[in-house]
């Protein structure tokens, strides 16, 4: 039998639950392991523990906002090479240039779909093909 490669982590990082279920059932559908924080606090220690292969963070959240996060999982040697991709439902040039300046991959606008996640995804995970998933 043919061994499957181990799934993909995602972390998605949003207080907002219904972005974290949608996400998570996008990411599930196609094989990813999900973990969901509500923060930036909850997402660093979930971080340290977890080592997801990339990371999904909503820009506006309570106590510490996207680019905090960001930029402290940039600044550490252990994830500075994991993709960070900022979800944020206002999606003006500025906010784009502060997440680029705080070390973020890509910016996706919300609501997304599942072919933008996937999509961030495979621009940023080396080897990472999503596997086909059914239209519902």
């Known amino acids: 039998m043919e061994q499957q490669p181990a799934a993909l982590?995602?972390?998605v990082i949003d207080d907002s639950g219904t972005i974290r279920r949608t996400a998570e059932l996008f990411l599930k559908n196609v094989g990813c392991e999900v973990i969901?924080?509500?923060d930036g606090f909850d997402a660093l220690a979930k971080i340290a523990d977890n080592h997801p292969g990339i990371i999904f963070v909503d820009v506006m959240m309570p106590r510490l906002d996207?680019?905090?996060t960001c930029a402290l999982i940039k600044n550490n040697s252990a994830f500075k090479a994991t993709p960070v991709i900022m979800l944020s439902s206002?999606?003006?040039l500025f906010d784009k240039a502060k997440g680029r300046i705080v070390g973020s991959d890509q910016f996706l606008s919300k609501p997304f779909?599942?072919?933008e996640l996937l999509g961030a995804i495979e621009a940023h995970v080396p080897g990472f093909i999503a596997a086909p998933h059914k239209a519902h």
Do not use: L
Request: charge should be neutral.
């Open 36 to 38: 969901t924080a509500v």
């Open 66 to 68: 996207g680019y905090q």
């Open 90 to 92: 206002r999606d003006g």
């Open 9 to 11: 982590k995602v972390m």
């Open 113 to 115: 779909s599942q072919d």
